[in-house]
């Protein structure tokens, strides 16, 4: 790569594809090559990581990172300045250039390029509504770094008591740590905006807070925040045992939203969560079938006992499908004793004792996914003990639904439907990122998807 754009070079550039930076695009695009280098370095991009960029404008960010790393996914709003990037990168295999929306970018399409990070000098007027496709759960990034104007940095990143702390800095916390690095003069860029702008580092956040019900979160900060001023007691839903909850909490009944931190939130989400399975991941001493390699039951041992010997088992998976033909993932709690963290079937579990696998089927939907059926699911595979099931006889079942989902925190960590082929593709590319009894599942029910 030659040194970077000047100033000059990038209005040359905007010339020549024709662009007169839009506001109401809230197109300001950087020019100071100097801070543009600094931006990248604290990517701590490596030649094994994939970046995603949105907003490339003129590619005064991209092009620290052309060469560098494994994949470079540049997602541009303006059709002038993508088929620019594209004309200027074009013998750049690892390149590749959408002219998109990054808020309406179809972020499914991105698990398959892990290790990813995320760059962007987002808009003014859509910086917000890019992170919340892009980056709230589930997501593929290992860290991103965003510059915006530095009203809404404040606002990520503020702690309880200040005017800046609300819904914004809630939701993108529960999710990750945000650390504010520098703020960005409006000389910096080209046309000067009127305020500044700020860059921050986002880590997704891994420990600290324990399983919640992140849609159960949303709805009781959406009622906090409602009204700033009055008192939490009077917003949260009815029935609510506040009195209680505050005591556990340590916070007087008189408290308000805007004073809880982010780990009471959580602890008051937990409080309101009415799943009886919202603790337990799993239990040991549960009673499972022994069986031997035709199915037929020999014994029955706890499910501690049949992992930790390797006891040939009975299980279920269900494969669960939308109208679009999409597959229901779920990613794995962090709490599972197997596999945990990792992407898996729509729902699976084992057999109780003296149960059948199609009752388990209807079972474990209903409690994995609130999913309740009128009839049973359609058997599509079965599948003989083997290392990847766990040494569990695995009937494949699957059926359709288009309705709402609701889970138990300590089991799911997270939901999502995803194209087949991006399935296809993701596994690939990653199969380390699934259970291994799911990848089973897949290839066993290849010919009876869709």
């Not at 931190?261 to 602890?267: F, G, H, I, M």
């Not at 549960?286 to 930790?308: C, L, M, P, S, Y």
């Not at 197997?338 to 009752?359: K, T």
């Not at 699911?377 to 079942?397: D, F, M, N, Q, S």
């Amino acid at each position: 790569m030659n040194s970077a754009m000047t100033g000059r070079e990038i209005r040359e550039t905007l010339d020549r594809a024709g662009v007169l930076p839009s506001k109401q695009l809230g197109q300001n695009f950087l020019i100071d090559p100097n801070m543009a280098r600094w931006i990248v370095s604290q990517l701590e991009a490596t030649e094994e990581d994939a970046v995603v960029e949105v907003g490339p404008g003129t590619g005064s960010l991209s092009e620290h990172l052309v060469g560098k790393v494994r994949k470079l996914i540049l997602i541009e709003f303006d059709a002038r300045l993508a088929a620019s990037l594209a004309e200027r990168f074009r013998d750049e295999p690892s390149v590749e250039v959408h002219h998109a929306d990054g808020a309406k970018f179809d972020g499914r399409t991105l698990f398959k390029h892990r290790r990813l990070k995320f760059l962007g000098n987002l808009p003014y007027s859509c910086g917000g509504a890019i992170m919340k496709n892009l980056l709230s759960r589930p997501h593929p990034f290992e860290r991103a770094v965003v510059m915006l104007q530095k009203e809404v940095i404040d606002r990520l990143a503020a702690v309880p008591g200040t005017k800046d702390y609300g819904i914004l800095s809630l939701r993108t916390q529960m999710d990750w740590v945000v650390e504010p690095q520098r703020t960005v003069p409006p000389e910096a860029f080209y046309p000067r905006p009127r305020i500044d702008s700020s860059v921050a580092i986002l880590r997704p956040r891994t420990s600290g807070l324990p399983a919640f019900d992140h849609r159960l979160f949303d709805e009781l900060i959406r009622r906090g925040f409602a009204q700033r001023r009055k008192q939490l007691k009077k917003q949260l839903p009815e029935g609510t045992a506040w009195e209680e909850i505050a005591e556990q909490l340590g916070v007087p009944v008189t408290t308000r939203g805007e004073e809880l931190t982010l780990a009471q939130w959580v602890e008051l989400t937990r409080a309101c969560d009415p799943n009886p399975l919202k603790d337990l991941p799993q239990k040991a001493g549960e009673i499972f079938d022994v069986v031997d390699e035709n199915d037929q039951v020999i014994g029955r041992k706890t499910r501690g006992e049949v992992h930790a010997e390797k006891l040939l088992h009975r299980a279920v998976h269900v494969f669960v499908f939308n109208k679009r033909g999409d597959l229901l993932l779920q990613q794995r709690s962090m709490l599972k004793d197997v596999h945990p963290g990792v992407w898996d079937s729509s729902v699976s579990g084992h057999l109780d004792a003296g149960e059948d696998y199609a009752p388990a089927a209807v079972r474990e939907l209903e409690e994995e996914m609130g999913i309740r059926v009128d009839e049973v699911p359609e058997e599509i595979a079965r599948i003989a003990p083997c290392e990847e099931t766990g040494w569990e006889h695995v009937r494949l079942y699957r059926c359709g639904h288009s309705g709402s989902l609701r889970y138990p925190a300590a089991e799911v960590m997270a939901a999502a439907w995803f194209p087949l082929a991006e399935i296809t593709a993701w596994i690939a590319a990653r199969p380390e990122d699934f259970a291994s009894g799911f990848i089973a599942c897949w290839n066993a029910s290849a010919g009876t998807r869709g």
